[in-house]
């Protein structure tokens, strides 16, 4: 751990991850509970895409998680976040941060003794339990019963009644994708765009900080959560169109793929164009969707990613804009992450809104030896689509396997991309029922018949219906915390 007294973790399996495509051996995941019930009852605010039901969303990812430790194979390669947080010792400080005891109606003698047990009853229940009260950033109210007088033989406790209060609970805790992601050298913290979801980052530092000497060995190599600002212009002039110093990176946003990594970023926004409906003006060049231009170069500056070469992709807004449905508002959202429009698959394979790729643009950093910079910009403005085909990939373009006409189509569209890749050729994709008429049944099926992909499980992928309801996938649901190439 960065910063952390030497360790001895020699024998211990380092957390990285040098492709998409490699074998993923462990995974970490947070299985939804009450903090994610409010969510439910207010989506907009939370960026959920709708209501659900929390019961059948639990059962939905326990089979994910049954799934993956099926499929994958290594022992135990499920790492929920709550054990993780108590296997190494982290989850007290966060009792202690995140929940509180109101007491206050209460006797002043009885206070500190009934504050006490419930204190040391709180930090023996089960870490699922536990987390919920973490992430709900929960307040225990007693109210002290109006009664005149006791009732003999009687304990007075059983007459009071209980409020709790979640302040701000982080509803989007089960998806475990954005807080970190991992590179090739370690982990990188996150600094989150939507006020609702910055604490998450606290949480996730916890956990990495739990897990390292106890199962893994974990470098931190970045943490942004920590910087708020870093001025490209002063590193790359001729990058003088980024007017954003803001620091802020989601893990939606990052794949790496061996001898290069891709972050995507902040949309390049041509001279002139104006979009009011996004706060655009005529003078803006560059509009940010989660993930900044100057997060990204940042992480140049500090060498977080290890590869001997990085892309720094502009998100697809103008192609995304002229291609949008009337009926679909939300083309912010339909973008919001990389992985919302495109993924790996394996060495020579990715799946994507062909559309987009080729209609978007990155600055190519390469990689130097003189020690006076990591990283220096070697393309800018790239075609996205010809760089992948230069890299050997083809791109299948998830338009030729959906059915336009069907009327879960552009439910389809908006979690098509959003698989988990296993390994090569092996990939983990939402599916919406189980009938053969199923948007995703001839995605599903057309992969495995012309490119010879492997979906799990059983050749049909798993079906989401609640989950997804959050406004993401099985991609965003989930965090490697080791790929090992075969």
Known sequence: MSNQSPKHTDDL??????AEWDPLQAVRMHLPGTETFVGIMDPEPNLFLDDFSLVEAQREHLSLSRDLEEA???DDPIHYLHDDLAKGGGMSALLSSRVDFD????????????????WSRLHELNPHTQIQAVLGNAKVIRHRADAEEDVPGSNPDRWDTTSVQLEQPLTNMYF??????????????????????????????ASWKALDGNQFDVDIVADLSQVHEHDVTEHVPERDDIQSTEVLVEGGDFYPAGEFSLLGVSAKVPEGAAYPEHDIAEDDTEYVHRTTYAAGHRLLMDDAFGAPEVGLVRAPFEAAQENKDDDN???????????????FVDEDLAVAHKELVDNTTLDVYRRT??????YVLDRSDANFGDYLREKGFEIVDVYDYVDPDHPDVDTALKAITNF?????????PVRFTEDDDCVMHQFVTGLQEDYDVTVVP?????????????????????TPLRRAPK
């Open 72 to 74: 994958l194979p290594v």
């Open 369 to 374: 030896d003189d020690g006076e910079k990591p």
């Open 329 to 343: 508002g939300e083309v912010e959202m339909d973008i919001m992450h990389l992985d919302t429009w495109f993924n």
């Open 176 to 205: 475990q994708r954005d807080q970190q992601f991992v590179t090739q050298k370690g982990v990188v913290l996150c600094s989150m765009k939507e006020d609702t979801r910055k604490p998450e980052v606290d949480i996730a530092r």
């Open 420 to 428: 988990l890749t296993l390994g090569p050729r092996k990939i983990l």
């Open 103 to 118: 007491l206050s109606e209460l006797e002043e003698e009885v206070r500190v003794n009934r504050r006490d047990e419930l």
């Open 458 to 478: 059983d050749g049909e992928g798993r079906k989401i219906i609640n989950l997804r309801a959050g406004y993401g996938a099985i991609h965003c649901m989930t």
């Open 13 to 18: 399996p380092k957390v990285q991850a040098t």
